[in-house]
């Protein structure tokens, strides 16, 4: 693990529900899982979090504090997924001292990559982040190069088709799913399945379509 190399990350807005649902939406037809749900960055639980985490090769994730402040928002696209990215992150002790939970909105692995660093400078635009945790900085794209960008991606494999020849086997369903500390919709974990400790969220709604 580095040193402090860098200030601590700004601490921005909280994420509630409406936050998660401008991250869900900026990815648009790339988005694909589920509603995204808190995992633990604790360190009890943080290899665990990590292993499953490294399942989900794309996507945009939220990086929180223990008081459920957005610390980090990025993105990742293959090249070891969301568990490579966060792992980076850990390795600076400014940000592993802030980083307790993360939110995950998973993205077809498929989607072309300026696609995925688009829609993380949407979500930026969406929770109005520009200007307001410090130096961080993300993509500006605007509407005409975004349907671009989507229209391009090859379309996505049907669910049980057969793989063309020398095609990798298409990852397993992500598991151990945090139940989110409100009511929810989402489906629990099966009996047996450990659980991580879960995020706090403050004045959050459970419904994605709100």
Known sequence: MNGDCCAEPVAGPVVDAGVLRHAWTALGPLRCGDWPAPYSLQPPHRKETLAVLDEVLAGVYLAVDADSRLRWLGKAHRDGGIGARLRDHLRHLERARVFTGVFVVEADPFSPPQAIEAAE???????????????????????????????????????????????????????????????????????????????QLSNSRSHQDQ
């Open 121 to 199: 400078g949407r979500a930026a635009d969406a929770i109005g982040l520009r200007s307001r945790m410090g130096t961080r900085r993300w993509p500006a794209v605007t509407h005409a190069q975004w349907l671009a960008l989507v229209t391009s991606r090859p379309g996505r494999r049907v669910p049980g088709s057969i793989p063309a020849p020398g095609a990798a086997p298409a990852a397993p369903p992500l598991q151990h799913v945090l139940p989110i500390t409100h009511t929810s919709t989402r489906r629990q974990p099966s009996p047996g399945k450990r659980k991580y400790r879960p995020v």
